[in-house]
């Protein structure tokens, strides 16, 4: 199994409810290791270049508003194939559909509101990681 990196974000809709220690606990007690953290609130211009894969869709403005209407925790999580092992944690998107015990079926308040975000392949949490991050502030 290949060690890898991915992009996690603790939402604006957890951090507003105080969730950010569980949900990290979660994340250390699936087997993944935080190396990078940090506690920011994007502007319109962060969340429009993170989502701008998603300018087209009709849930893009809403969902740049919401990722700018309270802090965030973005992180680098570091483990054994660590994109679908955070995503398993997660949970399916929709918390309706998540597993028991999962981040999203635990935590979230619905779809859109649902917590957290992981990146969804070794490639993208490259690049998503890339966006937030400088490679000097990844300690593993």
């Not at 890898?4 to 569980?22: C, F, H, M, V, Y």
Request: glycine content about 8%; overall charge negative; hydrophobic content about 40%.
């Amino acid at each position: 199994m290949a060690v890898e990196r991915t992009l996690s974000i603790i939402k604006p809709d957890a951090t507003a409810r105080n969730l950010t220690g569980k949900i990290i606990a979660k994340l250390e007690e699936g087997g993944l290791r935080v190396v990078a953290q940090k506690r920011v609130r994007w502007d319109e211009a962060d969340a429009a270049a993170f989502y701008a894969v998603h300018k087209q869709r009709p849930f893009y403005q809403d969902l740049v508003a919401f990722m700018t209407s309270g802090p965030i925790v973005l992180q680098v999580l570091e483990g054994e194939n660590a994109v679908a092992r955070n995503r398993e944690i997660m949970g399916a998107t929709n918390p309706e559909n998540a597993a028991p015990g999962t981040i999203r079926k635990e935590f979230a308040e619905n779809i859109e509101r649902n917590s957290v975000h992981g990146s969804d392949s070794a490639e993208n949490a490259s690049l998503e990681i890339g966006l937030v991050f400088q490679e000097s502030e990844i300690v593993g």
